[in-house]
């Protein structure tokens, strides 16, 4: 038998044909899926290192705006101790002067008790004085040493009331 006679020959030469043929579509096929999917991975991890730019330039942003958050803050804070300092010593100096405006009245009226009651001492010591002048001249002056007595007291009372 010769090769070409040979029904194996003919058959193993129409598998190749058809491998040959089914290949050529499959093998575009194959390749051209391995293609789009390679360029959609590629796309992929670009639009990824597209994303984490992104992601690390608002990171960036909010640690900025963190940090200057707190700064304001602290700055703030230290407004209002600024401010707590200078209201109690605002307060104390106030305190201080009501106090002493309240001592200079408590001592205003010490100093109108102290005149009031000086006057009514000299007020009650001239009554006294002038009830015993008048009791003694009742009781045995003449007329004349009465006059005298009478006179010298008039002229020794203003400088008796200071």
């Known amino acids: 038998m010769s090769f070409l006679e040979n029904p194996y020959t003919w058959t193993a030469l129409a598998i190749v044909v058809l491998?040959?043929?089914?290949w050529t579509p499959a093998k575009n096929a194959?390749?051209?899926g391995l293609d789009a999917r390679a360029e959609r991975i590629r796309k992929d991890l670009d639009e990824a290192a597209a994303l984490r730019a992104q992601a690390e330039k608002l990171l960036a942003e909010y640690t900025a705006k963190h940090q200057d958050a707190m700064k304001q803050a602290d700055e703030i804070v230290a407004r209002a101790k600024d401010e707590a300092a200078r209201l109690a010593a605002k307060a104390e100096a106030d305190l201080q002067a009501s106090l002493s405006r309240r001592e200079e009245m408590a001592m205003q009226r010490i100093a109108q008790a102290e005149a009031q009651a000086t006057a009514e001492v000299r007020g009650a010591a001239v009554d006294l004085a002038m009830a015993a002048t008048q009791k003694l001249l009742a009781q045995g002056l003449d007329r004349g040493r009465?006059?005298?007595?009478i006179d010298q007291a008039v002229k020794a009372l203003p400088s008796r009331l200071n």
């Open 30 to 32: 194959i390749l051209g």
């Open 146 to 149: 009465q006059d005298a007595l």
């Open 19 to 22: 491998f040959y043929f089914a």
